[in-house]
């Protein structure tokens, strides 16, 4: 039944080392976003994808860069991680621009 | 770009008690006001949400009203129960723009 899937729950990664978060749906949407919320915090949007149009946040780093290989598949690549980096990584998918956004259950990043 | 403030940043009522969340949004144009609940750990949730043509929508305990001309909305609670207690986020996004922009959220408790 879920309709968006994110891999790994958890992850921990070591300063500097490359990490790639992973987001898959079942809905069939094709707009799909990534978030980035730290503790007690609002989620952050960092980019989204309406189709394979990659749309970039003007305050996301470098660092952070993302692929969309098909519709259902969405992932999330972070370069040199950073202690800074450290947070729940939320994916989300919208049937278009105009509708309802689903949120993944998330990926927690640890960077030791 | 858009700005949304949310009220207050915590908020404790007793059960059966009403609660009240206030977001005001700055830019004219948005359209769609969404409102997420989010529990620990776990991913931010669609409870209700509001489109511009419409002043109020309920469904069962929660209820959403928009004031276009003040540029503000807000959530109501009934009957307040402890599994309402969580992290409650509003959102606005623009006619013309491509993301939401979250309120920095409020943390309901609700006291049994």
């Known amino acids: 039944d879920a309709m968006v899937i994110q891999n790994p729950r958890y992850q921990v990664t070591q300063f500097g080392k490359p990490v790639t978060l992973s987001c898959s749906q079942t809905?069939?949407?094709?707009?799909m976003y990534w978030y980035q919320q730290k503790s007690s915090q609002a989620p952050k949007l960092l980019f989204h994808?309406?189709?394979?149009?990659?749309?970039n946040e003007a305050d996301t780093p470098d660092n952070f860069q993302s692929r969309r290989p098909n519709t259902s598949f969405c992932f999330l690549d972070i370069r040199s991680p950073g202690l800074g980096d450290a947070a729940m990584y939320l994916c989300?998918?919208?049937?278009?621009?105009?509708?309802?956004?689903?949120f993944g259950p998330g990926t927690r990043l640890t960077v030791t | 770009g858009e700005n949304v403030e949310q009220h207050p940043s915590t908020l404790s009522v007793q059960e059966g008690d009403s609660a009240v969340i206030k977001c005001t949004y700055s830019?004219?144009?948005?359209?769609?006001f969404p409102w997420y609940k989010q529990e620990l750990g776990k991913r931010p949730q669609l409870i209700i949400d509001?489109?511009?043509?419409?002043g109020e929508k309920k469904d069962q305990r929660i209820a959403v009203t928009l004031n276009k001309t003040a540029k503000h909305f807000s959530l109501h609670i009934t009957e307040t129960q402890p599994e309402d207690s969580a992290v409650y986020f509003c959102?606005?996004?623009?006619?013309?723009?491509?993301?939401?922009?979250f309120g920095a959220g409020t943390i309901l408790r609700v006291k049994s």
């Open positions: 830019d004219s144009a948005s359209n769609y």
């Open positions: 509001i489109r511009s043509n419409v």
């Open positions: 809905l069939n949407h094709n707009v």
């Open positions: 994808y309406y189709d394979k149009d990659f749309n």
């Open positions: 989300a998918t919208s049937r278009d621009l105009t509708y309802e956004q689903y």
């Open positions: 959102a606005a996004k623009g006619r013309y723009g491509n993301k939401l922009v």
